[in-house]
């Protein structure tokens, strides 16, 4: 750390490493985040996932580092790659705007992303614009495929929406079992007893 009166404070720098399983060591990311904060004159502490997928929601130690970044307890969170990090582009720009916001940097060593530099922003905010401009897409998608389907006469909804009070009635009331009934109507047998429990008096 700096000592007492210096007119640059030492940043301080979270250094954030994550394997999915725990057959897998992050000692390869540690080596090379490691020396990276100390050339950069860093101080520095290691948050480290072990075992953890990506695509969890949940991480125990980036939760930490995200809390120790709103808190303003560090000042740049330094990886080795990006899927280290984020376990989709939406959640990486997310994190990454939310970062801007608290004054906090990101750098990412194998993709030579350094928000501490105006070329490694410009990086980042080309980045954003294809992640937001990849959602417009799916969303048009989405919406055109609805709307093909509606025009095909395909009924969306649930298959408990779908389910016809009167052909339930009328199954119900022929004695077929639930299965038959199912079949027929093309739902689940669950459905179909929610339904004839609706239908109850």
Known sequence: ????????????????????TREQSTET?????????????FAFEEFIDNGVSGAKERRPALDR????ARARQIDVIVVTKLDRLARSTHHLVTLGRELAQLGVDLVVLD???????????????????????????I?????????RAKANGIRLGRPIARVSEGRSR???EE??????IARRLGVSRA???????????
């Open 1 to 20: 750390m700096s000592s007492p009166g210096s007119p640059h404070p030492m940043r301080r720098a979270g250094l954030y490493e994550r394997v999915s």
């Open 111 to 137: 993709q030579q992303i350094d928000t501490t530099t105006p070329s490694g922003r410009l990086m980042f905010h080309v980045l954003s614009a294809i992640a937001e401009f990849e959602r417009d897409l």
């Open 65 to 68: 580092l995200v809390k120790a």
């Open 175 to 180: 004695r077929l079992p639930i299965g038959e």
């Open 170 to 172: 009328t199954f119900h």
């Open 29 to 41: 990311q540690g080596q090379a985040l490691r020396p990276y904060a100390e050339a950069r004159g």
């Open 191 to 201: 459905t179909v007893r929610r339904r004839l429990r609706a239908l109850s008096p």
């Open 139 to 147: 969303r048009e998608r989405v919406k055109a495929g609805l709307e």
